[in-house]
């Protein structure tokens, strides 16, 4: 939330196609660090570094929903809703507990992949 403000001040000066795209490649780079995490502290300091960068993401895909022509309020709420949901039902099964680094792997590659299509 904290990071929010300057990723939206940075989204109404260069637009926030540009933002999706830096956040995503920014914030995805940063997940690899768990990868390399040697103990908690280093885990949560990369975790810190991530959400910061990953910030920017919501605020740009509020403004391009806002933008368009529709009554898109309801989908985005349901989106935001249930995303953070599920990554935490997804996180704590015990197919991504025993394979982890696998499963940041994974959300390294979908981050990307989000920055490479916007």
């Keep these: 939330m904290v990071a929010s403000v300057p990723w939206g001040m940075l989204i109404d000066r260069i ?5 999706i795209t830096l956040s ?6 940063a997940l690899l660090g768990v990868l390399v995490a040697n103990n908690v502290v280093q885990l949560c300091a990369v975790y ?7 910030a920017g993401l919501f605020p740009s895909s509020v403004k391009i929903v806002s933008s368009l022509n529709g009554p898109m309020t ?5 989106l935001e809703s249930a995303a953070p949901v599920v990554l935490l039902v997804i996180s704590t ?8 680094r696998e499963f940041y792997v994974l959300l390294t590659l979908g ?3 989000t920055a490479i299509s916007s």
């Design 15 to 19: 637009g926030p196609n540009k933002v």
């Design 111 to 113: 981050l990307l992949t």
């Design 93 to 100: 099964s015990w197919l991504v507990l025993s394979n982890w």
């Design 74 to 78: 309801p989908y985005l709420a349901v």
């Design 48 to 54: 810190l570094i991530e959400g910061l960068l990953a």
């Design 24 to 29: 995503a490649t920014a914030s995805g780079i």
